[in-house]
């Protein structure tokens, strides 16, 4: 019994990180964002979208999922391009990390994290990322605006968010590590390309990107 629950868990892990295809995981988070932005009241504050250099969303993370307690999750960090003026393309992550122990079910939820430093986005683009152990890490504020908000958030150089069953909250992911996700940047550039090089650099976007890079254009322009 306890062999085939094992096999289960590693089949159903399988399945999260090798059923869908990156396209369909870039629509996804595209989904994400335009699903929390339609909402302002609710929403992640424009002017901080304004002041992001980048922007990590996860659609679909998973907590607290079987035998290892934590959080495992595969998205997309997409970054300004050097002009400040556009986003560049997206490159593939993975969140990771929490407690072990003996736990069956869990939930799931979108993640996104705002990335509010130059010093942040190079970090979070290296080779592994933790947060608040590497950059300084707070739950992000919610709403139309963002100007009544403490000095504490602006002195973070992440803020974070989640979203379950339709709820969308600042959230502490402290603890969470963050890797490049070689496998959806093979799969979207048919090449070893660093995510650095991706995110900052001058690679072209795939064409499942746009609809996503549009919209982040759209309610994140600078004024």
């Known amino acids: 019994m306890m062999l085939r629950t094992i096999g289960i868990a590693c089949l159903a892990v399988g399945a999260l990180y090798g059923a869908d295809t990156a396209a369909s995981r870039l629509q996804e988070a595209h989904e994400v964002f335009m699903e929390i932005m339609d909402a302002p009241d609710k929403g992640i504050p424009q002017d901080l979208l304004g002041k992001a250099q980048c922007i ?3 659609p679909g993370l998973k907590k607290g999922a079987f035998f290892i307690g934590g959080k495992y999750g595969r998205g997309f960090i997409v970054c300004r391009t ?28 979108d993640a996104v994290m705002l990335v509010l430093s130059k010093r942040g986005a190079e970090k979070l683009l290296s080779s592994k990322f933790t947060l608040g152990a590497d950059a300084a890490v707070a739950a992000g504020p919610v709403g139309r605006t963002s100007s009544a908000d403490t000095d504490l958030k602006f002195r973070a150089e992440i803020l974070t968010y989640s979203r379950s069953r339709g709820i969308f909250a600042g959230i502490s992911l402290q603890g969470a590590t963050l890797r490049p996700d070689k496998s959806a940047n093979q799969e979207l550039y048919h090449s070893g390309v660093s995510n650095q090089k991706i995110a900052m650099g001058s690679t072209p976007p795939p064409a499942a990107a746009a609809a996503l890079r549009a919209d982040l254009m759209k309610y994140s322009a600078r004024k």
């Open 82 to 109: 050097a002009s400040g003026t556009g986003w560049g393309a997206p490159a593939g992550v993975t969140v990771e990390g929490g407690s072990f122990g003996f736990q069956i079910g869990g939930q799931e939820t």
């Open 56 to 58: 990590v969303i996860v």
